[in-house]
């Protein structure tokens, strides 16, 4: 059995940099036409020449592939004249609350000192990106943050606001109440629950922000994700770190599935009877909600068994040493 994929697009990832780019980066982009790159850098990628170096540096780590990154800005106030130049350089922005996840201390501290650049956001049609947790109890941020979201989508009707990882029954509520409201979501949150990453002995490689949840929210977003929701996108949240910042104590957040999320994604909806809804969700919808062009690249899942490696370099990907189903080529 064979599928071919149009443009397949990982609308939330994780690039990093130096040394571990150069590993992830082919990664994705062998399977993936475009990325939506996160700017949460040590130095967060917080001005336009920053930017535009990162985007060099991507870029020569990806010369020999056809994928387009698609950057983001870390958020803080910018200038009206600061958003104007960035503008032709990025999908959007990137909001962090701060000291939320892996290198967000200087994000958002306060939501109303950020009305400011919303506004200029709305008006210069820039689409928001939302890590959208509180700093409440771990199982309960996603659900607190929701009152954040409609505010925003109240006080900024026109702004393109995307909640980024949705994980919860909760969010997925919220998303179907709001029409201008976007959401991605990740493919561990698909298929882990909290049982996963800390029901048994901890699995520190499935310990990731936001936290997987119940199995109740889990079969929420299953759902959304297979009946096709129009405002549902898939975003793999890859989130590589090497091993010594995993088994460790103070473990990093981040799931490394770059190298899976295509094969394990059809696996999924193939077991679900609903592989028609694969190219929506991998493509299609994000490409009618950011207003996103074609990108001319076609991808091939063949139903063809394979093994995942422990290792790539000095990062354990998601589904290490399991065998898949389908495999990905172009
Ligand atoms: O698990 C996560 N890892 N969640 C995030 O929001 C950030 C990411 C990272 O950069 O490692
Ligand atoms: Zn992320």
Redesign the pocket.
Known sequence: MELLLTDPLDMHL?LREGEMLRTVAPLSAKDFAAGVI?P?LQQPVDSLVRLLAYRDEVGKALSQYLFTPLMTLFFKNYSEKELLEARPHILGIKLYPAGI???SESGVRDIRGAYKTFELLEELRIPLLV?GESNGFVMDREREFISVYQQVARDFPQLHLIMEHITTADAVRFLDSSDKVSATVTLHHLLITLDDVAGNMLEPDLF??PIAKTPHDRETLRQAVFSGHPRLMFGS?S?P?PRHKKECCGC???IFSAPVALPLLAQMFEEQGCLDKLQGFVSDIAKQRYGLPEFGKTVRLSKENWKVPELYDTVRPFYAGQTLQWTATI
């Open positions: 994780h996160m949460n996840t892996t290198q890590h990731c922000k949240d989130a770190h990093a957040a981040g």
